[in-house]
Each structure stands twice: as structure tokens, then as C-alpha cells.
């Protein structure tokens, strides 16, 4: 029997968008439609009633927020909704997980690396929920300590934090098991993903958020001079979200 196809639609401009022609002649995924007019994006997936939804932030008539808030207040079935935007803003970020996105990408991306991330997510049905309470809880650290959500290691960060949730010892094998683990999800080399983590940690500390960390802890963790290492921030805020639950 043949599978059925995951049905998207790509609220984007369609100048110079390869994702449409994509996701159009790929055999896993049926395209529904495409527009960069908010309102009929709004009309169109009420219509449509797509599996996806890719979006960017910036569209015209209404923006990407307002179209899910409209949506929202229709009381219609939320797709799973994936922006893919130039803005890399960490407050569009926040917005956008709290509006029920499951995945804020910045451009330029890649239409196999969206291709992967809606997998995942559609893969993770059963748990979704709880993925995505996760997910929220993550990001609203990483930006409160100032990782931006538009540089690698922000993505390799929350990926290893997650796993560290869901097998804690996974942090005293973190050059075996975890850079591996996530290099293999990203389609990329373990050292990558150690220079993208500490990179983003890099750029949190030169930002002086170090105060934040402090705060959200309740403990005078880190000072201006002292940074953590991977798997000491991954252990961290990993051991944080255990004791939250």
C-alpha cells in the first residue's frame, strides 16, 4: 500500500525560493500551495488543511505571527508550523515557540536540512507535547543567557541538552557518544559540532549576560572571567530541566 504523502504549504516569496520547487518534486511531499500574502495564507491552509506549514516572519498583508494568531483564533487545526526566516532576532524566536511554531530556522538554509527537522518533528508525534515544553524551556534559557538562536551552536547546544534529559549519562561520554550523536543528526563532523558549542558559549559570555545564568539557578555559578565548558553548561541546564518536571 502506498504511503501517504505529508501535505505542506510554503508561505514564502517565491522569487528565488528552491524550497518550493523542492518540496514540489519530492515524492514524500505533497504541496498544497504557496503564497507571500498573509491573508490568503490564512485562507488557503483553513482551506488546505496542510500536515506543514513553512513560513517566513516577514510577509505581506499580514505577518508570519499574525497569520497564526488568526488561524489560532479561528479555532482551526494548527499545522506544524516551521518559519524559516533572514530575521534572527532571539525575541522573534521566543514569539514564534510561544505561538506554537515547532521550529524557527534562519536563513539561508538548505531545503534538505528543513527536509530533516520536519522528519524529526512529525516522527516525534507522540511526544510532541512534551518535545515542545521542552523545547520552549531550552530556548528561553539560551536566550536569556544570550546564545543567539541563528548560529549552529545555539542548534547543536539544544539538541545535547535534550539528550542529556532523556539518558543523563550520556554527559560522561560527550566526545563518544554525544558530539557523534548529534553530528550524525545534523549531517556533520563531531568537531563541528564542539567548536559550534563552544562558540556559542564564546559569544554569551563576550555578550555579559553572566548574570542571567546566576539568576536562573539561583546560584553565583559563573563570574565575568570563567566561562563553562560543553558538557558543564549541557549538564547544567540539563540537570535543571530534570528537577523542573
Known sequence: MENKKTTIYVADATEENNV????????????????????????????????????EVMLSSLDGFAVLDKIKTLGAEMPKVFFVSNLSHSGFV????????SYFM??????????????????????SSESKQLDEKISN????IGIPAHIKGY???REAVKLAVEEPEIISSITKKLYPTIAERFETSSSK???????????????GKIENINNIF?????????????????ALIADKMIMDV
Not at 521566543?94 to 511554531?101: C, P, S
Open 193 to 207: 559540532v564542539e567548536r559550534g558549542m563552544r562558540h556559542a558559549i564564546e559569544v554569551a559570555w563576550n555578550r
Open 141 to 144: 534559557i539560551f536566550i536569556s
Open 20 to 55: 518550493i520547487e523542492y518540496f514540489r518534486n519530492n515524492p514524500n511531499f505533497e504541496l498544497v500551495g504557496s503564497s507571500f500574502d498573509g491573508q490568503k495564507v490564512v485562507e488557503e491552509v483553513l482551506a488546505q488543511k496542510p500536515d506543514v506549514l513553512v513560513m
Open 155 to 157: 542548534q547543536f547546544l
Open 106 to 127: 534562519v536563513k539561508p538554509i538548505t531545503p534538505e536540512n528543513l527536509e530533516s527537522r520536519i522528519v524529526d518533528v512529525l516522527g516525534s508525534g507522540k511526544v
Open 218 to 234: 539561583g546560584l553565583k555559578i559563573y563570574n565575568r572571567n570563567e566561562k563553562p565548558t560543553n558538557g558543564e553548561l549541557i
Open 94 to 101: 521566543t514569539k514564534a515557540i510561544q505561538l506554537g511554531a
